[in-house]
């Protein structure tokens, strides 16, 4: 099971949208997609950005959008 759950992680990622805008994620496949891109990043050489050396890219990415440490864009901020 993951943890935080998708609807957590839906939350902290939308929780900067104002009310009346569309939310920046609205499926867990945004959710899969965005920390599968940070995990090969990680993979890649990318720094981590948690004090959770130890654990799989996976769940360091995991980790990082849930304390807010990497965003997910919409497509008009890319």
């Known amino acids: 099971?993951?943890?935080?759950?998708?609807?957590?992680?839906m939350k902290v990622v939308?929780?900067?949208v104002e009310e009346g805008e569309a939310p920046v994620v609205?499926?867990?496949y945004s959710i899969v997609m965005a920390?599968?891109?940070?995990?090969?990043?990680?993979?890649?050489?990318d720094d981590i950005l948690v004090d959770e050396y130890n654990?799989?890219?996976?769940s360091i990415a995991v980790e990082e959008l849930n304390q807010g440490k990497i965003k997910i864009l919409t497509d008009d901020e890319e």
């Open 14 to 16: 939308n929780s900067e």
């Open 26 to 28: 609205n499926s867990r």
């Open 1 to 9: 099971m993951l943890h935080p759950s998708y609807s957590d992680l």
């Open 35 to 45: 920390t599968s891109k940070r995990a090969r990043q990680i993979i890649a050489g």
């Open 55 to 58: 654990r799989k890219p996976l």
